[in-house]
């Protein structure tokens, strides 16, 4: 289904840069934590995009030479540069989609959850920003822990009136990424065309890659399912450990999140064959929020695939059942300090 992936737009584009010329473009797209390890490499990848007409870089430092620099590619989207707080309205003001990698990433020995301290009272902050000055906007979480940011931003939301559960992602798209380039490796098939749903949460046991509904469909032993399941589960522990204490990734996920915002723009440019496994507020479980795939479109979120759910091995089922009991903490925590703060 996912025949539009990132990759191939990538690659498309690359062949010929008057590719660039044919498209229209016109959605403005703001990145709050731009001056940071993923928000760099995010500002280059959205910079290429046919689809963006402005880009708005904020950070509470740094983002001036970040923006300078960029500038001076000649793509079409105009950048501009935001600093501080008093700057952040002015940022945010028309804009049609926010990512926000803003915030700490972790440490070796650290989990997610050992980032909310910080992160859950940055997230709070910009996402009263933004409710104020563009709630019709698609806002993108990229902050951990994901599994409470979410939450966190949909009761800001709610607190400031302007809650649409369809247009709130936590941006899940790097497990996906991982899930696909291991598979390919791993069973020798053509990477461009694989495509895992991994569905759950973003932390550790949250993420449930479903091996058995790989496309191109492929058959795995109990071994490889078990170690290919845990390799994607600690992808990012892997990156964390190999950077040795100088943050988390940055790169993969600058490439995650421009896949993500690029189908995000196409679905709201009227594209109808839109899928993404993302975060999102979800009845496919008991639980309130849920990452699976979701068909996207001009208003949002439209529908979310239930069917990924049915007929799971026994393996996916039980994978399931766990998962579902640290991510219902993880959602009640976000909750809770949304309200306490309130
Ligand atoms: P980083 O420290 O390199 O960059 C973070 C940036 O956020 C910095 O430039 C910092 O100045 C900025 N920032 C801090 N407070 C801010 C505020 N109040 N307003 C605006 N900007 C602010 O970190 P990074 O490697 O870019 O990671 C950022 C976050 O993304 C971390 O929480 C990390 O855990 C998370 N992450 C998520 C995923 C995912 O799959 N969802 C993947 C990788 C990293
Ligand atoms: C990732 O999956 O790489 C991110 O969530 C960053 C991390 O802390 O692992």
Redesign the pocket.
Known sequence: VLRHSFARKAHNLSQTSSNVLQVKASFKVAI?????????PLALLVKMSPLVSDLHL??????KGVAADLSHCNTPSQVRDFTG?EE?ANCLKGVDVVV???????KPGMT?DD?FN??A??VK??IEAVADNCPDAFIH??????NS?VPIAAEVLKQKGVYNPKKLF??????VVRANTFVAQKKNLKLIDVDVPVIGG?AGITILPLLSKTKPSATFTDQEVNDLTNRIQNG?TE?VEAKAGA????L??AY??ARFLESSLRALDGDSDVYECAFVQSEVTELPFFASRVKLGKKGVEAVISSDLEGLTEYEAKGLEVLKVELKGSIEKGVAFAQKQA
């Open positions: 709050l934590g731009a001056a940071g390890g993923i928000g760099q904020y950070d509470i430092a740094n983002v707080s952040l926000i990698p803003a915030g700490v990433p972790r997610r980032l910080i992160n009272g940055i902050t910009l979480i990229i902050s951990n822990p994901v940011t936590g941006v899940t798209t790097l497990d973003h990012g990156v943050g988390s990734a940055t993969s996920m995650a999140a």
